[in-house]
C-alpha cells in the first residue's frame, strides 16, 4: 500500500490537522532524517502552504490545533507544536502549556529551531528592569488615566494576568476594574 493511501486511511480522508476534505495530500515533516509514514501526514494546501511559508500564517486558521494537538500520530503533534510556536499571538501559548510531547517526540519537534529563544524577540521589562511574562502580576506606580474614559488607574492598584503585546516591548495589556487597557511597561513594577 502507497503511503498516501494509508494516509488516507489514517485519516478518513480529511486534513489532520485542520479537517478540510479539499485538496489533501501528503506532507513530509521537514528537518527530520526518517521517512514514512511515522513523519508523514494527510494535509490540505492550505495547511500544507501556511507550514512551509511562515509570511503565509492565518491565525485563526489555526484554532483547529486545539483538537489536532491532541492526535496519536507523532507527525501531526510535531506539526501542531511547530504551529503553535510559530504563531504570533496569545492563545497558542495556553495551548502550548497543555500540550504533552514524549521527549524523543518533543527532540523532532524542536530540530525545525521552533521553540528556541529569538535574538530578535521582543523583551518586555518594568519600571526596575524585571522581565515581565505572559500571566504575570503588576502594581501601577503612578496614577494613569485612561485614554477614552474618565477612569483614573490609581497607584498602587494590582494588575493581574497580564499579557504582552507583540510588536512593541513598552505595552502591556491587562484589566484594571472591568476594562481591559493597554498600560506602558514604564509605569509598572512587578509583583
Not at 476534505?21 to 500544507?48: H, M, Q
Not at 494613569?144 to 510588536?167: C, F, P, Y
Request: overall charge negative; hydrophobic content about 35%; proline content about 2%.
Amino acid at each position: 500500500m502507497s503511503l498516501e493511501r494509508e494516509l488516507q486511511k489514517r485519516s478518513g480522508s480529511r486534513c489532520e490537522l485542520c479537517n478540510s476534505e479539499e485538496k489533501l495530500s501528503t506532507y513530509t515533516v521537514p528537518d527530520i532524517k526518517e521517512n514514512g509514514l511515522k513523519t508523514a501526514l494527510y494535509a490540505c494546501n492550505i495547511c500544507a502552504e501556511q507550514m512551509n511559508d511562515a509570511d503565509q500564517i492565518g491565525a485563526n486558521h489555526w484554532r483547529c490545533l486545539n483538537d489536532s494537538m491532541w492526535s496519536e500520530y507523532d507527525a501531526v503533534k510535531i506539526m501542531a507544536w511547530r504551529m503553535l510556536n510559530r504563531i504570533k499571538a496569545d492563545w497558542p501559548q495556553d495551548l502550548l502549556g497543555m500540550m504533552y510531547l514524549e521527549d524523543e517526540v518533543l527532540e523532532l519537534a524542536k530540530a525545525s529551531g521552533d521553540g528556541e529563544a529569538d535574538g530578535s524577540k521582543l523583551i518586555h521589562r518594568d519600571v526596575n528592569g524585571v522581565i515581565l511574562e505572559h500571566g504575570d502580576s503588576v502594581v501601577l506606580i503612578k496614577d494613569l488615566k485612561v485614554k477614552g474614559s474618565s477612569m483614573v488607574a490609581k497607584q498602587g492598584t494590582a494588575v493581574r494576568n497580564i499579557r504582552l503585546d507583540h510588536e512593541n516591548e513598552t505595552y502591556i495589556e491587562g484589566k484594571v476594574g472591568p476594562t481591559r487597557i493597554v498600560i506602558i511597561t514604564a509605569y509598572v513594577k512587578k509583583i
